[in-house]
Structure formats: structure tokens, C-alpha cells
Antibody
């Protein structure tokens, strides 16, 4: 079946970087994009950015510009989110979600989420 | 940035009753609006896209309406499994895509 499976829990110190993976299966990876959305504990949803798997185009929320990089490995049908210079307020559940290939849209398939905790 | 405002924050409903959730955009987003349901400990699930199109496998009791800046999600007859958080999301003006703050539907 169509699914996105994310990597496991991460615990990082302030100033460190984290790289979260999102393994896609059950569909043609290159015909879609991937968006990343995070959710701080007890809070709502926040979009971070989008990548077109077919051509690597990216769009980022200005809030994260310069700290975040989205990439994909087509051979491994895996998308990656790297967030640098982590702060305590980056503590959140990070989701990948299947998106359109040419521009961000509604997200029809979601990963299970990866908890990232930033603490000294 | 398009600000999405959902109301009410909490909606208390009895099973079998109708639930009406609202979402307002700070500027026109045509019909590029999606609704998601999220239960505790789970990822969001797409219910509606294009303001009124049900996603695959979504029961007919869920319906969406609206265009421009005012949108509504209606659950015609609430079932026990529908108690959850609901979020609207616009994808007309980006970056960034933006979500509303959510509406919690709980048991009256």
C-alpha cells in the first residue's frame, strides 16, 4: 500500500543538526512532491517546505530559510529534511507528506512522524 | 502570509448531531483549501481538498463548502470516531502554505 515511513526519535543539543528521513513505497516516487510539516507539543501544524522529487525544486517557509534543506534520493525513494542550528523551540513532531510534483497542494498521505527533542 | 482562522476553538457535540466548523482566510484563496482530521497520537488525515472534494475513502457525512475567504466543514451526523481535531489549510498563496489553529470536536 501507499505509505511513508519515517526515521526514529532524535534527541539533540542546541546548535546541533538533525536529518530526518521519509521512505516512500507503493507509488511512483518521482511523480509526486514531498512537503514537511511540524507540530510542537500540544500545538497546531506548521508547514516548513516542499520539494519536487522529479526535478529537485524546493520552496521553504521564510521562517526556516537558511536553516533547512530538503533533499531526495530517488534510487532509495527517500526524502530527507535537515534542520541546522537547532533551538529548544524546534522540539516537535516532524511529518513528511505526499504532495503534488509541480507545486505544493493538499497532502494525501502522511508519514507517522518523527519526534525531535532539543535539550541541553 | 495568508492567515487562516478557525472557529470555534472547541465544539461540543452529541453523537448523531450535525457539526459545523468554520475557516476564514485573511485574503482570497479561491477554492484551494483542504481539511484534515487528526486524532491523538496519529498523523493528520486528508478529508477534503479543493474546498469541497472528498478525499478517497472519506465517508459522505463529511462535506466541505465555500470559496474566496469563507469555508465550512460539515459533519452531518457525528459518529464516535469523529471526535478529533480538525485543521484547514490553504495552498493558494505560498510560500508558506498555512494552517488554521484547529477546532477540537469533543463529546457534549
Amino acid at each position: 500500500q501507499v505509505q511513508l515511513v519515517q526515521s526514529g526519535v532524535e534527541v539533540k543539543k542546541p546548535g546541533a543538526s538533525v536529518k530526518v528521513s521519509c521512505k516512500a513505497s507503493g507509488y511512483t516516487f518521482t511523480r509526486y512532491g514531498i512537503s514537511w510539516v511540524r507540530q510542537a507539543p500540544g500545538q497546531g501544524l506548521e508547514w516548513m517546505g516542499w520539494i519536487s522529487v522529479s526535478n529537485g525544486n524546493t520552496k521553504y517557509a521564510q521562517k526556516f530559510q537558511g536553516r533547512v534543506t530538503l533533499t531526495t534520493d530517488k534510487s532509495a525513494t527517500t526524502a530527507f529534511l535537515e534542520l541546522r542550528n537547532l533551538r529548544s523551540d524546534d522540539t516537535a513532531l516532524y511529518y513528511c507528506a505526499r504532495d503534488k510534483v509541480y507545486e505544493p497542494d493538499a497532502f494525501d498521505i502522511w508519514g507517522q512522524g518523527t519526534m525531535v527533542t532539543v535539550s541541553s | 502570509e495568508v492567515v487562516m482562522t478557525q472557529s470555534p476553538a472547541t465544539l461540543s457535540v452529541s453523537p448523531g448531531e450535525r457539526a459545523t466548523l468554520s475557516c476564514r482566510a485573511s485574503q482570497t484563496i479561491t477554492n484551494k483549501l483542504a481539511w484534515y482530521q487528526q486524532k491523538p497520537g496519529q498523523a493528520p488525515r486528508l478529508l477534503i481538498f479543493g474546498a469541497s472534494i472528498r478525499a478517497a475513502g472519506i465517508p459522505a457525512r463529511f462535506s466541505g463548502s465555500g470559496s474566496g475567504t469563507e469555508f465550512t466543514l460539515t459533519i452531518s451526523s457525528l459518529q464516535s470516531e469523529d471526535f478529533a481535531f480538525y485543521y484547514c489549510q490553504q495552498y493558494n498563496n505560498w510560500p508558506p502554505l498555512t494552517f488554521g489553529g484547529g477546532t477540537k470536536v469533543d463529546l457534549k
